[in-house]
């Protein structure tokens, strides 16, 4: 079964406990927590004050995606939450071999995520050490944004480059997902799906959610 992470960013931030409340009765596997810094990306979201208030009510494993520069400073900090993957962006971290050895040294799964603009290769001699990799699928900064439809290519590519190396590492996309993109993303390999607006904007986000879960592909 496809993997679902709704992404926080769409939520209603004066009521996030209703909204929190939903996915806890929901089928979503994950809870996608974005951060910005201002400085990595052209916006700020939210810091560590109110990921510890959801910490503490959320019931689904914690997907932190980090938009800030120099995240290894954080790692003590994400696994304080409980945090169970961590994604730091390849083009924040220049000794990305460390940064993943200390997510993991920390107890938590690691995760590394490319800008649309990233090529996959860039993966090729770290692979195997991730748990997953996360494809930026819009510029990161902001939720409800198009779709960069060269996404679909991208993950065929890194599908391949995961066969080819019996890497364990899972698909995810994130930005744009919706009826249209998701079905088209599950069936070149996609893992996890975050969705924001797609899920938060619907009348009924249980029963999205629900849908997005049962896309099938390439391996499920
Ligand atoms: C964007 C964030 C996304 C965002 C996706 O930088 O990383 O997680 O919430 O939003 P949608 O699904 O609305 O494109
Ligand atoms: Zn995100």
Redesign the pocket.
């Known amino acids: 079964m496809t993997k679902v992470s709704p992404?926080l960013?769409?939520a209603n931030f004066a009521n996030l406990s209703k909204d929190i409340d939903m996915i806890n009765r929901s089928e979503a596997d994950w809870l996608?927590l974005?951060v910005?810094d201002g400085v990595f990306?052209p916006n700020i979201s939210f810091g560590f004050p109110v990921l510890e208030a959801v910490a503490k009510i959320c019931k689904k494993p914690l997907d932190v995606?980090l938009?800030i520069v120099d995240p290894d400073k954080f790692i003590p900090q994400i696994q304080a939450l409980g945090a169970y993957m961590m994604n730091v962006h390849y083009e924040a971290c220049p000794h990305l071999h460390r940064t993943i050895q200390q997510i993991h040294d920390a107890g938590m799964k690691a995760g590394v995520t490319l800008n649309p603009h990233t090529p996959v290769s860039v993966l090729e001699e770290i692979i195997q050490d991730l748990d997953m990799v996360l494809l930026?699928t819009?510029?990161?900064?902001?939720?409800?944004?198009k779709f960069i439809d060269n996404s679909i290519q991208k993950v065929r590519r890194l599908r391949q480059l995961i066969q080819q190396t019996n890497s364990h590492a899972l698909i995810e996309v994130?930005?744009?997902?919706n009826g249209n993109t998701a079905p088209r993303l599950v069936e070149a390999g996609v893992d996890v799906l975050?969705?924001?607006?797609?899920v938060f904007s619907a009348e009924n986000p249980e029963e999205r959610i629900k849908e997005l879960k049962k896309l099938k592909g390439l391996k499920n």
Do not use: E, I, R
């Not at 819009?138 to 944004?145: E, T, Y």
């Not at 975050?194 to 797609?198: E, F, H, K, L």
């Open positions: 992404s960013l769409a996608h974005d910005m990306v995606h938009m930026m819009v510029n990161p900064g902001f939720g409800g944004q994130d930005g744009g997902v975050v969705a924001g607006s797609y």
